[in-house]
């Protein structure tokens, strides 16, 4: 069973940065899509990127384009996204998730097609 663990979140100001991590565990594919959500109190979860397990294809938000950065690390066997240039609308839980519904590349940003999700984690952007 495939179990996914996000951390790194926290507090910071406006123009800020953050790096999250998510640990996969009990990962037993050749390639698959993971992703990174994130919701926002009274709002829809949102698509924020997007990556497959082997690192040959990438796929962002517009409102996050050119200031975050999604990569992953087969050795530590782990996803991470870098963001910068934080705003106060980036103000969020962030989730990690896994799309099991399909093998390989996926480019999908809907949440509803992945099958596997972290716990979240907190960030907060003052302005």
């Known amino acids: 069973e495939v179990q996914l663990q996000a951390s790194g979140g926290g507090y910071v100001q406006t123009g800020g940065s953050l790096r999250l991590s998510c640990v996969v565990s009990?990962?037993?594919?050749?390639?698959?899509?993971f992703g990174w959500f994130r919701q926002a109190p009274g709002k829809e979860r949102e698509f924020v990127a997007a990556i497959n397990w082997i690192g040959t294809s990438k796929f962002y938000a517009d409102s996050v384009k050119g200031r975050f950065a999604i990569s992953r690390d087969n050795v530590g066997n782990s996803l991470h996204l870098q963001m910068n240039s934080l705003e106060p609308e980036d103000t969020a839980v962030y989730y990690c998730a896994l799309d099991g519904r399909h093998m390989g590349w996926s480019r999908n940003d809907r949440a509803e097609v992945y099958t596997t999700w972290g716990q979240g984690t907190q960030v907060t952007v003052s302005s």
């Open positions: 009990g990962f037993n594919f050749d390639d698959v899509t």
